[in-house]
């Protein structure tokens, strides 16, 4: 299990979230919006009946916000439940996926039985991906993506369309102003995004994926028919029609990502690679000292030892707010 952990470890053994700065999630900072935290507290007492299981009002909002037809949507108990629902369905014999990325990519692959073969990018190459070089049935690819923040290009993922069957995860594309895959859907290509990290809602959980119709359908009959509760499609709901939320949440990223990649760069020996959206992936010798004494300090950032590709010296961070990157940096100046 130690291989698929991941980060907002908080917790202790009796379940209790601990009173940690958290680096090691890549949540939205500036928290839940006014919007979310009056729907949800408004409609608390709903909570007595079952959830939608059409969800009709999430899937027009989810529509009309991404401008994509309902029939091609699947909502989801956030982002990771898609490739679980999609490697079952489909069961494709060989899985290729490019590392360092996500792990429950390969979890669910294996939980489905999926023969899966790691193409590892190489940091010395800026972790690019050769796309002429992956052959298998089905390619599934992080866009940005997770930990390296890189952003294939949608010219790669037609290219890679044309001989496997391309998963794109844009759990983070609401981050940054790019185009998205989405309007590329098809029977080889699909595509799926979390709204937990943007809206900063991963304790309700909620995502979708867009898919073409006859694999939504699909889809749509093997999952839990109330996979997505009743919280959830009202925070979702309320969320989408955010608009001024997602411009301020740029416009934090389009600041902070600056400043924190120069101050980051200020600290002697660390090797920082270019981030796309809100979180960076750096290497530095001490990293396990540099864990270490952070944790003392109540500050968590993301080892990656566990990620195929990498080692115990590299380190993922979110971005955060000013007041909490100071935190961060005035712990790690200390250290140094």
């Known amino acids: 299990m130690e291989r698929y952990e991941h980060g907002g470890q908080i917790y202790d053994s009796a379940g ?5 700065l958290d680096f090691s999630a890549n949540i939205n900072p500036l928290g839940l ?20 299981p059409n969800a009709a009002e999430l899937k027009r ?22 490739f679980y629902l999609y490697f079952n369905a489909t069961r494709p014999k060989r899985v290729i996926i490019p590392v360092p990325s ?28 050769d796309v002429e070089k992956l052959r298998a049935d089905c390619v599934i690819l992080g866009r940005p993506n997770n930990p390296t ?17 391309v998963v794109v995860d844009e759990s983070f594309i609401d981050f940054i102003n790019v185009e998205s895959a989405r309007k590329f859907i098809s029977e080889k290509i699909s ?23 006859n694999l939504a359908r699909r889809l749509n009959l093997s999952k839990d028919v109330w996979n997505v509760n009743f919280l959830a499609q009202k925070a979702g709901v309320a969320a989408l029609s955010d608009e001024d939320f997602l411009r301020r949440t740029r416009a934090w990223l389009a ?16 090797k920082i690679f270019q981030p796309s959206a809100n979180f960076i992936l750096f290497k530095h010798e001490r990293a396990e000292e540099i864990l270490d004494s952070l944790r003392r300090e109540k500050i968590l950032l993301r080892s990656c030892a566990n990620f195929a590709g990498l080692d115990k010296f590299y380190l993922r961070s979110a971005i955060k707010s000013r007041e909490e990157n100071l935190r961060l940096f005035n712990a790690l100046e200390k250290i140094f």
């Open 149 to 165: 923040g890189n952003l294939i290009s949608l010219e790669k993922i037609l290219q890679l369309a044309e001989v496997a069957s």
């Open 191 to 213: 595509v799926v995004q979390s709204l937990t990290k943007i809206f900063a809602i991963p304790g309700l959980r909620l995502g979708f994926a867009v898919v073409e119709g």
């Open 16 to 20: 209790n979230a601990g009173d940690w």
């Open 255 to 270: 600041t902070e990502k600056k400043f924190f990649i120069e101050r980051l760069g200020n600290l002697r020996g660390v």
């Open 61 to 82: 909002a989810i529509s009309n916000r991404y401008d994509v037809p309902e029939n091609n949507l699947v909502l989801l108990n956030g982002a990771a439940e898609f």
């Open 102 to 129: 996500f792990s429950e990519y390969e979890r669910a692959a294996r939980a489905a039985c999926c023969d899966v073969e790691f193409f590892i990018t190489k940091p010395e190459e800026n972790f690019s991906l």
């Open 33 to 52: 919006s006014e919007k979310i935290l009056r729907t949800l507290t408004e409609n608390l007492r709903g909570v007595v009946n079952y959830p939608d």
